[in-house]
């Protein structure tokens, strides 16, 4: 959960004494008891290290697999409060942008930190406009992917690859260079998630078209086929917009975390966003809506659930798309998301007959013992799977449409790393579990 830096101003200790903000810990192998200082609701995990044995002793260090109780930066970009359900992108409510704003507007507003005016809105969508294009070598090396090769992989390796058409990139303190990779950044993933995409089909490749919205370009390099200009149908072109704002930013997510963690190193920004492009492809994190329309293929009838939700109760599966790190309440996205469902399949004339059991499947769900107790709701990606496939994507394609939204998302963060004096290379220590000095046996002793 964020934490917003602001902690309530403490009651007075029982001895009436004024309250400190500090924390007092006994370390009971020596007796000794140490002060650690709280700012913003945390200690210091460097601070523990004074708590040793003997002199010579590392001292204590902070064990968190999977860091789910360590904040490992600041960060004035998203607040998440799992709790309540609330997700906020520079203190705007997810809600609000969803209803009124746009993606291009939701990724300034990322960046910069601010709405932008109407004159700053146009120049940032032109110069996004002005840079989908990429370098015709891209299509060639796209060609060598072979005919089945996942479209998150080829977006995985093009984005990486990106570093190499502009070796300028690499001057990362230099804010013009830095201006410039974050309008490639938005303004190519897209095409190169198309481009993905045509490969996988055996398609021509689409060029971009700067007379179309980002949205509605993205899906003319998807569907166009031999017309000369396509027209986006404006309500599917307005879905696939919410859907890209609400996965434009989720704070200190996995993927978030590996293009801080790549780019802490100071490496390209694409080089960076690479590493959140891997990290999303997992079925944990963004393959988890490729998984859910995969498991609800497998349950296909209503009739189907309870067994299935008896295996998950005995720990055999997951029921993807439910449950979150910081959520312990409903994802608000997956509330929006789930009625952009509806709208969608109105347009597509395809209600998805998968839709009804996954109504049926979040409403026992969200009765059932099991998940109340475990405090699991249906997250963002739930329904995404729903929608996508109503727009006529394959699965291997909903983790790259992730991607293309998250781009913004990750470009604030990488921004806001990289000019962040208090971040250092990303090197967590561990508790060493293999064994000791040995010597070496030479192989004919073995
Ligand atoms: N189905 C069944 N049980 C679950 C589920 C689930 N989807 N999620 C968590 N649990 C149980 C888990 O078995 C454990 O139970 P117990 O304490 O009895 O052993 C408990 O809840 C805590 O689970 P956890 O794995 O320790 O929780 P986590 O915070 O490490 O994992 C998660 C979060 C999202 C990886 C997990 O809930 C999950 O695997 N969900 C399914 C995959 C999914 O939908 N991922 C998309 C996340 S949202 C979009 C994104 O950010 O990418």
């Known amino acids: 959960m964020s934490t917003t830096g602001q902690t309530q101003a403490p009651a007075a200790t029982p001895q009436g004494d004024p309250p400190r903000e500090s924390v007092t810990v006994t370390d009971n192998r020596t007796g000794r008891s140490y002060e650690l200082p709280i700012t913003d609701g945390t200690v210091r995990a460097t601070d523990l ?31 998440l409060d799992g709790d309540a359900g609330i997700l906020e992108y520079r203190g705007y409510p997810i809600e609000q942008l969803a209803e009124q704003s746009n993606y291009l507007e939701v990724a300034y507003l990322l960046i910069h930190g601010e709405l932008p005016t109407p004159t700053q809105l146009d120049a940032w969508t032109h110069e996004i ?31 990486g690859a990106l570093s190499t058409f502009y070796p300028d990139a690499a001057q990362i303190d230099d804010q013009e260079i830095r201006h410039l990779q974050t309008i490639r950044l938005i303004a190519k993933v897209p095409t190169l998630a198309a481009f993905a995409y045509r490969h996988s089909r055996g398609q021509p490749y689409v060029y971009p078209d700067n007379e179309l919205s980002y949205a509605g370009n993205f899906l003319s390099m998807m569907y166009k086929m031999t017309e000369l200009t396509y027209h986006p149908d404006p309500r599917l072109e307005r879905a696939l917009d919410v859907l890209f704002i609400l996965h434009a930013d989720h704070e200190q997510n996995c993927s978030t975390t590996a293009v801080r963690a790549v780019g802490s190193s100071r490496v390209d920004p694409y080089s960076a966003v690479a590493g959140g492009v891997a990290a999303l492809y997992g079925p944990l994190h963004g393959g988890a809506n490729e998984a859910v329309l995969r498991m609800l293929k497998r349950i296909e009838r209503k009739e189907n659930i309870p067994d299935f939700l008896k295996g998950v109760e005995q720990g055999k599966e997951r029921l993807m798309g439910f449950g979150h790190r910081v959520y312990k309440n409903f994802d608000p996205r997956a509330l929006i998301i789930k009625s952009a469902a509806e709208d969608v399949f109105a347009v597509t004339g395809r209600r998805n007959p998968l839709l009804d059991v ?20 249906p997250n963002v990606d739930f329904y995404s799977g729903l929608i996508y ?30 000019q962040d004096p208090e971040q250092r290379i990303a090197r967590p220590r561990q508790i060493y579990t293999g064994v000791r000095k040995r010597d070496y046996v030479p192989a004919s002793a073995r």
């Open 49 to 79: 290290r004074q708590l040793k044995v003997t002199d010579d002793d590392f001292g204590l260090m902070a064990y968190d697999p999977g860091y789910a109780n360590v904040a490992a930066c600041r960060s004035a970009v998203t607040y």
């Open 129 to 159: 406009t002005m840079h989908t294009f990429v370098h015709e070598n891209v299509k060639s090396f796209m060609e060598g992917f072979r005919h089945d090769a996942h479209p998150m992989g080829m977006l995985l390796s093009s984005v």
């Open 358 to 377: 996954a109504l049926e499947l979040e409403r026992i769900a969200l009765e059932d013992e099991y998940f109340i107790s475990h405090k699991l709701y």
């Open 389 to 418: 496939e109503a727009l006529g994507l394959p699965v291997e394609m909903f983790p790259v449409m992730f991607a293309i939204g998250r781009t913004s998302g990750w470009v604030a963060n990488w921004l806001e790393q990289v």
